[in-house]
């Protein structure tokens, strides 16, 4: 079993504040300072779990350029006060970014008792074969 260090913990603890936050703030029809505090807490506890160089490291190699920009655009685009348009520019780069993890979610939730039956209701089961079909982990 791997332990996770004092500073890893730290920083699942602000990264679930920030997707908190986050959450939040939409469903209080974007409220531009929760969405502010959720996206500094997250990008802060993604640094903190995985450390600053490796950071770095994700987010600026040559391929995830775009991703990157859509990401961190969006999260200027909320700091500097139009909430809606940011959230759609950063969730559309979050995806990009992250789409390489997907199959790896997907895996994972399926072997959750509950969760896993859920995912292969009928409905359901197409969408998250789409999802979990990805190859390319990046």
């Given amino acids: 079993m791997i332990s996770l260090t004092d500073t890893q913990k730290i920083g699942m603890g602000l990264t679930g504040f920030g997707v908190f936050f986050l959450f939040f703030g939409m469903i209080l029809f974007f409220d531009k300072a929760l969405l502010a ?4 807490l ?4 993604l640094a903190f779990v995985i450390g600053l160089e490796r950071t770095f490291r994700f987010f600026f190699q040559k391929h995830k350029v775009k991703a990157t920009g859509f990401f961190l655009g969006g999260v200027f685009v909320v700091l500097i006060g139009w909430p809606l348009i940011g959230m759609i520019l950063e969730i559309y780069g979050f995806f990009l970014l992250f789409r390489g993890f997907f199959p790896v979610v997907v895996g994972f939730i399926r ?17 998250v074969d789409k999802v979990g079909e990805s190859n390319n982990m990046v």
Avoid at 37 to 40: E, L, P, R, S
Avoid at 111 to 127: A, K
């Fill in 111 to 127: 072997r959750v008792p509950v969760l896993g039956s859920l995912l292969n209701l009928p409905g359901i089961r197409s969408l």
């Fill in 42 to 45: 997250f990008v802060a506890g």
């Fill in 37 to 40: 505090i959720g996206n500094v």
